[in-house]
């Protein structure tokens, strides 16, 4: 893909698709976008959910319905967006595993000139995983 050219509309499309498969039940109600994350991407996700840089509490923290972005990036044809939602709250749960809410990672690719995303994985502290192909529902825990 030498004359691939990532576009705002990229970011915007990755976005509203991340989101549509990973809160279907509408839990979040806040992204966590560092500031040092690429700028389109930063709008992208002010177009889908409220942004804030720090989450509120504690160091190492948050709270829940607020979604942290670890990675987005999009790039000759391919995109990921990859995160954590709330609630962390460090403690120990009673199966003694930190209590580290789940971690999204969603990839997509272009086929026919859309983006397409098959499956996404979901993990937790407990090192399960979960790929989830689209238009399935998440296991219950």
Same mark, same amino acid.
């Given at each position: 893909?030498?004359?691939?050219?990532?576009?705002?509309?990229?970011?915007?499309?990755?976005?509203?698709?991340?989101?549509?498969?990973?809160?279907?039940?509408g839990?979040?109600g806040?992204?966590?976008?560092?500031?040092?994350?690429d700028?389109?991407?930063?709008?992208?996700?002010?177009?889908?959910?409220?942004?804030?840089?720090?989450?509120?509490g %504690?160091? &190492?923290?948050l709270?829940?319905g607020?979604?942290l972005?670890?990675? *987005?990036?999009? @790039?000759? $044809?391919?995109?990921?967006l990859?995160?954590q939602?709330?609630p962390v709250?460090?403690l120990?749960? %009673?199966a &003694?595993?930190?209590?580290c809410?789940?971690?999204?990672?969603?990839? *997509?690719?272009? @086929?026919g $000139?859309?983006?397409v995303?098959?499956?996404?994985?979901?993990?937790?502290?407990?090192e399960?995983?979960?790929?989830?192909?689209?238009?399935?529902a998440?296991?219950?825990?």
């Amino acid at each position: 893909m030498a004359d691939f050219q990532v576009t705002q509309h990229d970011f915007d499309a990755i976005a509203v698709a991340t989101f549509k498969l990973i809160d279907a039940k509408g839990e979040i109600g806040t992204i966590v976008a560092p500031a040092s994350l690429d700028s389109r991407a930063r709008q992208a996700l002010k177009n889908v959910h409220p942004v804030v840089s720090v989450p509120p509490g %504690a160091p &190492n923290t948050l709270p829940a319905g607020y979604f942290l972005v670890r990675t *987005f990036r999009v @790039e000759e $044809g391919e995109a990921n967006l990859d995160g954590q939602l709330g609630p962390v709250t460090g403690l120990m749960t %009673a199966a &003694n595993m930190p209590d580290c809410g789940k971690q999204y990672s969603v990839a *997509f690719y272009i @086929e026919g $000139g859309d983006w397409v995303s098959h499956a996404y994985k979901v993990s937790t502290c407990a090192e399960t995983r979960h790929w989830v192909p689209v238009g399935e529902a998440l296991p219950p825990h």
